[in-house]
């Protein structure tokens, strides 16, 4: 199974989602802000980064941009509940595979992930 990066600042929602992830045999690291995950990404070799948008110190927008200059072949997965955020997030269709819209089910996130990790998995594979 993948090696997930997940970042949020809401400890529930963070709990939450990495219980989900880990119940589909992932291995999942947890990040509160932007800066701590792209700590976190320096610690070992992740296959996907699951980001909220809005946080403090810095955003996933800005994580994201960050990730993708260092790590070229990390998938990326966003989410927000704010749809000025999905805006902004509009014009990374080149780095972002997909934007989860807040509320989502437990159900739709697994789905998504696995979609992205296979998407990703594919683009590797036919480099």
């Known amino acids: 199974m993948a090696r997930i990066l997940l970042v949020d600042d809401e400890e529930p929602i ?27 990404l320096g610690e070992g070799s992740f296959d996907l980064m699951l980001t909220d948008i ?4 810095m955003d996933g927008i800005a994580l994201a941009l960050a990730a993708k200059r260092d790590y070229p072949d990390l998938t990326i997965l ?16 080149a780095i972002v595979v997909d934007v989860l819209t807040k509320p989502f089910t437990l159900a739709d996130m697994r789905a998504v992930v696995g979609r992205a990790l296979r998407a990703g998995a594919g683009a590797s594979l036919a480099r």
Not at 54 to 57: A, E, F, K, S
Request: glycine share 14%.
């Open 78 to 93: 966003l989410m927000t509940g704010f749809a000025d955020q999905r805006e902004r997030a509009r014009g990374l269709d």
């Open 14 to 40: 963070r709990g939450f989602l990495k219980r989900g992830l880990e119940m589909d045999g992932h291995t999942v690291v947890t990040a509160i802000d932007g800066s701590d995950g792209l700590d976190r």
């Open 54 to 57: 809005r946080m403090p110190l």
